[in-house]
């Protein structure tokens, strides 16, 4: 199984970043994905989810990120993806993508089976 993320950089407050998550290795279409990220010296906290309905995939967001950041995903390229706008320096952090198996949301970090390396995302004031 891969987790494949890509996208970070450096930005300057105000601007927008869009995440990829790359997915291979399982049957994308059964799982949930997420999106989390950790900050120096600080835990790694829950950022996005999205479910993988068939009649329509559920969102959930963390409240520092809902109305800036957008979850989406493609099933027939396995990819998900978060796109970042209104960013600001405390968005700072390497942010992980992630699968659980299931159509159960989950913003704890435990109940992820698998983990993509990380992809840094600074932003500047």
């Known amino acids: 199984v891969q987790l494949q993320a890509s996208g970070g950089g450096l930005v300057q407050a105000g601007g927008s970043l869009r995440l990829s998550c790359a997915a291979s290795g399982i049957t994308f279409s059964a799982y949930t994905m997420g999106w989390f990220r950790q900050a120096p010296g600080k835990e790694r906290e829950f950022v996005a989810t999205i479910t993988p309905s068939p009649s329509g995939a559920n969102t959930y967001y963390a409240d520092s990120v809902k109305g800036r950041f957008t979850i989406s995903r493609d099933n027939a390229k396995n990819t998900v993806n978060l796109r970042m706008n209104s960013l600001n320096p405390e968005d700072t952090a390497v942010y992980y993508c992630?699968?659980?198996?299931?159509?159960?949301?989950?913003?704890?970090?435990?109940?992820?089976?698998?983990w993509g390396q990380g992809t840094l995302v600074t932003v500047s004031s």
């Open positions: 992630a699968a659980k198996y299931g159509t159960t949301t989950s913003f704890i970090t435990k109940t992820y089976t698998y």
